[in-house]
């Protein structure tokens, strides 16, 4: 659950909940990843936000505990404002392949590209998950939250080169095929070649 709250002095927060699914209300496994994957997530988001121009959220106060006084685990955290990619694409009814009009199509796709390269730029030496100590606030990779292993030694450091394979056109036109091609093209634009 998601709830903007906005105080006398105009700033926003929001407030992000995890409410507990049907099947994780008595604990066990589900309770466990849904603790894990907020603290991956507000771990990221701190990361970036420290070191990146992204335009990410300040994290406030959260509590990853399902047990806590609010009664689910939750996130109190900056508002930004914006329009969701989705809602550019249903303005034009669906039908289009632009993001919004021509000029909001232009900046939406400038503005992925540059947020693609910029994650794209950070080199880790293991494999897993980043995780941030509380104590130290330093940033560390852990166990991955989806196989359960890690952190892993990478075999280098660099990030791998990506191979796109050609299918055939009808197949290649699906909104689900657009998104390898559109990630080649902004990392033609914006990768180690390209300019930032």
Known sequence: ?????????????????????????????????????????IASMKFFKSKTS???PEVYS???????????????????????????????????????????????????????ATLSSF????????????ETLEFFIGLDLKTGKGPGRRQRTTTPTLHFEQSKSDVQESPSFTVPVLFKHLISLYGDNGSR
């Open 62 to 116: 959260y509590n990853v505990d399902p047990t806590n006084d609010v009664g689910a685990p939750y996130i109190l955290m900056d508002y930004i404002h914006g329009t969701v990619a989705i809602e550019l694409r249903m303005a034009r009814n669906g039908y289009s392949d632009l993001f919004g009009t021509p000029d909001q199509d232009q900046r939406f796709r400038q503005q992925t590209a540059k947020v693609q």
């Open 123 to 134: 080199k880790f030496d293991q494999i897993g998950s980043l995780y941030q100590n509380e």
């Open 1 to 41: 659950m998601v709830r903007r709250i906005t105080f006398a002095d105009g700033i926003s927060w929001v407030a992000r909940l995890r409410l507990p699914e049907l099947n994780g209300v008595f604990g066990g496994r589900d309770a466990l990843d849904n603790a894990c994957a907020l603290k991956i997530e």
């Open 54 to 56: 992204i335009p990410v």
